[in-house]
């Protein structure tokens, strides 16, 4: 099993990237994004069910970051715009295996993880 994150970078402060989770080795329930800047703890950023596409969005992220998924790909996406430099941290892509009745948004619930992807918020 696989979680290969993209799309990182340096963008200036009100513009947008978009990241890429490819996941290989089998399918998963659902797929989520933390975060985690220098000195903090990995915090919950957004998460999508395989099925049906429910999401689940941390309210600092709301109304300006979409997560999105492609089935037939096996990849998630986290859409971002209107970036602050708040933002700035190592994005981190992880997925579930099993069903649960709720959507997952803290680190313990997934299984697999990605090795992450810098993204910088220029003021």
């Known amino acids: 099993v696989q979680l290969v994150e993209s799309g990182g970078g340096l963008v200036q402060a009100g513009g947008s990237l978009r990241l890429s989770c490819a996941a290989s080795?089998?399918?998963?329930?659902?797929y989520g994004w933390f975060r985690q800047a220098p000195g903090k703890e990995r915090e919950f950023v957004a998460a999508?069910?395989?099925?049906?596409?429910?999401?689940s969005y941390a309210d600092s992220v709301k109304g300006r970051f979409t997560i999105s998924r492609d089935n037939a790909k096996n990849t998630a996406y986290l859409q971002m715009n209107s970036l602050k430099p708040d933002d700035t941290a190592v994005y981190y892509c992880?997925?579930?295996?099993?069903?649960?009745?709720?959507?997952?948004?803290?680190?313990?619930?997934?299984?697999?993880w990605g090795q992450g992807t810098l993204v910088t918020v220029s003021s």
């Open positions: 992880a997925a579930k295996a099993a069903w649960g009745a709720s959507i997952p948004n803290v680190p313990y619930d997934y299984d697999y």
């Open positions: 080795g089998r399918t998963f329930s659902s």
């Open positions: 999508i069910r395989r099925s049906g596409g429910s999401t």
